[in-house]
């Protein structure tokens, strides 16, 4: 279901041995020992890590496959990092591209009106950054990561300054950074739910309009 992955690491687990005491009380049709005896058993208490959003599926898939009627289990939160989890993405180019040709580039596979950008550097574009919506926030992890570039929207004017001629800032719109999204929601729900008509609205929500 998913557990027990730590970085390139799979089947992940840590065990410990110990004496289970229970009594089953009425109603019970227990896996072992009998009703209104108290039993002893020797059991194994398993030990894995899993994404947040994994949970459900995790402990679905604990319930179906324990043999006992009542299944202990404890779940902890951790503040453990997840590498393959965040709020935006990181790519390269296989061949880097000018400054300007990077952003026309952008504005036109964004579909984007306009592209704010800070200052146009002499280096080459390889190392992009990618975040939907808002991703100011990101900027020092942007900058940290060693990315050329950061495609992303809603800058103010004072963090336009925080680029530093590190990387070249891309605001091209919130709508244009999420335009898309609805098409990759569109994938997922038709491999979950194949007999499910899906039908994508045409209507633009965008309250943003431009005068060029």
């Given at each position: 279901?998913?557990?027990g992955?730590?970085?390139?690491?799979?089947?992940c687990s840590f065990s410990?041995?110990g004496?289970?005491t229970?009594?089953?009380?009425?109603?019970?049709?227990?896996?072992?020992?009998?009703?209104?005896?108290?039993h002893?058993?020797?059991?194994v208490?398993?030990?894995?890590?899993?994404?947040?959003?994994?949970q459900?599926?995790?402990?679905?898939a604990?319930?179906?496959?324990?043999?006992?009627?009542?299944?202990?289990?404890?779940?902890?939160?951790?503040?453990?990092?997840a590498?393959?989890?965040?709020?935006?993405m990181?790519?390269?180019f296989?061949?880097?591209l000018d400054?300007?040709?990077?952003?026309?580039?952008?504005?036109?596979?964004?579909?984007?009106?306009?592209?704010?950008?800070t200052?146009?550097?002499?280096?080459?574009?390889?190392?992009v950054a990618v975040?939907?919506?808002?991703?100011?926030?990101l900027?020092?992890q942007?900058?940290?990561?060693?990315?050329?570039?950061?495609?992303?929207?809603?800058?103010?004017?004072?963090?336009?300054?925080?680029?530093?001629?590190?990387?070249?800032?891309?605001?091209?719109?919130?709508?244009?950074?999420?335009?898309?999204?609805?098409?990759?929601?569109?994938?997922?729900?038709?491999e979950?739910?194949?007999?499910?008509?899906?039908?994508?609205?045409?209507?633009?929500?965008?309250?943003?309009?431009?005068?060029i």
């Amino acid at each position: 279901a998913g557990a027990g992955s730590i970085g390139n690491y799979s089947d992940c687990s840590f065990s410990v041995q110990g004496m289970g005491t229970f009594k089953a009380g009425e109603d019970t049709d227990p896996f072992v020992g009998e009703q209104g005896v108290l039993h002893q058993e020797e059991e194994v208490r398993i030990e894995v890590v899993f994404l947040a959003h994994q949970q459900r599926k995790i402990v679905l898939a604990l319930l179906e496959n324990h043999p006992y009627e009542e299944v202990a289990y404890d779940i902890f939160a951790m503040d453990n990092t997840a590498d393959e989890v965040g709020a935006g993405m990181l790519g390269t180019f296989e061949e880097p591209l000018d400054g300007l040709a990077f952003l026309n580039l952008v504005k036109d596979r964004m579909d984007a009106t306009v592209v704010r950008h800070t200052r146009i550097l002499p280096t080459k574009i390889k190392k992009v950054a990618v975040c939907g919506g808002s991703g100011s926030f990101l900027l020092q992890q942007v900058i940290a990561s060693g990315a050329d570039a950061f495609v992303t929207s809603d800058f103010k004017y004072h963090e336009f300054f925080d680029a530093d001629n590190k990387l070249i800032i891309a605001d091209i719109g919130h709508f244009e950074t999420e335009q898309f999204t609805s098409d990759l929601l569109v994938d997922i729900i038709q491999e979950k739910f194949p007999n499910f008509a899906i039908r994508l609205t045409e209507h633009n929500t965008n309250p943003v309009n431009y005068l060029i």
